[in-house]
């Protein structure tokens, strides 16, 4: 098994937006909006909320 992050490389963003199948938040790089596919455990966030996330390969994983 490859370490690709450790614990305090995660990051915190805020929610912008929701819908029934889709979060959008800010990349915390640079700000732009992100549109991301509503996964299994994560539907009880809101908008305004923050969320942790690794980005790896310029990909962003969120933490729950």
């Known amino acids: 098994i490859k ?8 990051e915190t963003t805020t929610i912008i ?3 029934p199948k889709n979060l959008q938040i800010l ?3 640079d700000y732009s ?3 991301l596919e509503l996964k299994d455990g994560f ?5 305004g909320d923050e ?4 980005k ?6 969120l933490v729950n």
Not at 3 to 10: G, H, M, R, V
Not at 51 to 54: A, R, Y
């Open 43 to 47: 539907q009880d966030y809101n908008i």
């Open 33 to 35: 909006a992100v549109d």
């Open 3 to 10: 370490l690709l992050k450790k614990a305090n490389e995660i």
């Open 27 to 29: 990349d915390p790089s």
């Open 17 to 19: 937006s929701k819908s």
């Open 51 to 54: 969320i942790k996330l690794i």
């Open 56 to 61: 790896i390969d310029n990909y962003i994983y």
